[in-house]
């Protein structure tokens, strides 16, 4: 499984950006997705996660009304869709699969990583 993170760069407080992950594996349609962050200096954070059939959908507390998860199996894609973007967003956005369809929210259950993209914030 390999995964690809893109659409970070640099924007200004209070604006939108989209993210795209994209999976080079046959399976993408039976894998729950997520979206962790990682801020300097601090611990790898849950954002978002997708079920399959992007039925479900889970957030951060603190996310919830802000971003939006989304997916595109056809596409082998998933999406995250973050608005009203706040210098505390900064951070390096990452995908990743459990490799089976089960939800979670640890990075502890996640066995497949893409690289990341930087998101930065200014005030």
């Known amino acids: 499984v390999q995964l690809q993170a893109s659409g970070g760069g640099l924007v200004q407080a209070g604006d939108s950006l989209r993210l795209s992950c994209a999976a080079s594996v046959r399976t993408f349609s039976g894998y729950f997705m997520g979206w962790f962050r990682q801020r300097p200096g601090k611990e790898r954070d849950f954002v978002a996660g997708?079920?399959?059939?992007?039925?479900?959908?889970y957030y951060a507390d603190s996310l919830k009304g802000r971003f939006t998860i989304s997916r595109d199996n056809a596409k082998n894609t998933m999406y995250l869709q973050m608005n009203s973007l706040t210098p505390e967003d900064t951070a390096v956005y990452l995908c990743?699969?459990?490799?089976?369809?089960?939800?979670?929210?640890?990075?502890?259950?996640?066995?497949?990583w893409g690289k990341g993209t930087l998101v930065t914030v200014s005030s």
């Open positions: 997708i079920s399959w059939n992007g039925g479900s959908t």
């Open positions: 990743a699969t459990n490799g089976y369809g089960l939800a979670a929210r640890s990075p502890m259950a996640y066995a497949y």
